[in-house]
């Protein structure tokens, strides 16, 4: 392959996202993958501006014909025509494409001889485990819609999924998905976390509370954590925003406090102060764990999705698996680690292996060996 680090010119990216409409770990890795290429463009069908990370200027942008149908939040509506919004979106000839994909960013179309680069925080798990998203939709009605569209679009997602050159999973759990119902290999690079910003403080012992972070939406589960506490009596602080709060507001005991969405700086605050995390949800990667073990913060975590890439079991946390009853599963797990101990210059040291300089070096890696560049 013609080798073109000798140019001048420097590599022209651009960058797919599947949409900026709630923030969450995809768009912080979109951030990621800008500042790594700092002068590539950025391509999403649907921009709500309180959705994209400060570090990207979300007037620059470029979005799709649907934008002029969309007032913001949760897209739903607009769903059934985000196929072939993304495969319209104006990404002409780059020398590479790096796509941002959970639902149908591989759909984007461009030159054959154009290399894409697809990083994959994982297929669309309601096309192909429906089951698993049913329990957000309310009324058999939509649960069966959802059902019937799963099944409508597996096939174009499959066929999508074998237009990227190279393939790269955010987890081992997604790498499976992906070889499960692609049939396609890829290869794990892990999100990247700020651990130059999330740092461990000089404290002689941490405070008697829990802390549950993130988004109160029904796939992170933070109903169990509220119920655990309330069953067993720990202290529990909730710092996040979501449409579950009047629900878990109204299920919560007095030992339970919410304190809505919180700025990087007081959750970094709470990570340092608390005597571990809980994360009772089943998540792709999690981003939330690494940050909270990055502040040398144990983490208590449901042994399934991505967990496992970055809590150490009986060394930076708990990990602990479903046996049908998750709030006694839970409770369980923090009774183990009240009897254990945790060191916090080894959880420090296992948040530093996701740091954004390797995340960097990763990626820089994988772009030169598919472009020569």
Known sequence: MFDRSILETPLKVAIVHERFTEPGGSEAVVAALHAIWPESEVFAPLVDEKAVPGRLDAGKIRGSYLQHLYRGGRPTHLLPLLPAAMSRLPVGAPDLVVVSHHSFANRIRVAPEIPVLSYVHTPARWIWEPASRSDELRGRARRSALAAFSAAHRRGDRTAAARPNVILANSVAVRDRIARWWGRESTVVHPPVDTEFFTPANVAEREDFYLLAGRLVPY?????????????????????????????????????????????????????????????????????????????????????????????????????????????????????FERESFRPDDIRAQAEQFSVHRFNERMRGEAAALTGW
Do not use: Q, W
């Open 220 to 336: 992170k589960s933070p109903e169990v954590a509220v119920a655990a506490a309330n069953r067993h009596g720990f202290r529990l602080v909730v710092a996040g925003e979501g449409r579950m709060r009047p629900e878990l507001e109204r299920l919560a005991g007095p030992n339970v406090s919410f304190l809505g969405r919180v700025d990087r700086d007081t959750l970094r605050d709470l990570f340092r102060r608390c005597r571990a995390l809980l994360f009772p949800g089943e998540e792709d990667f999690g981003m939330v764990p690494v940050e909270a073990a990055a502040c040398a913060a144990p983490v208590i975590a449901l042994g399934v999705g991505g967990a496992p890439d970055s809590v150490m079991d009986g060394r930076t946390g708990v990990l602990y698996p479903p046996t049908g009853d998750p709030i006694a599963d839970l409770i369980a797990a923090v009774r183990r």
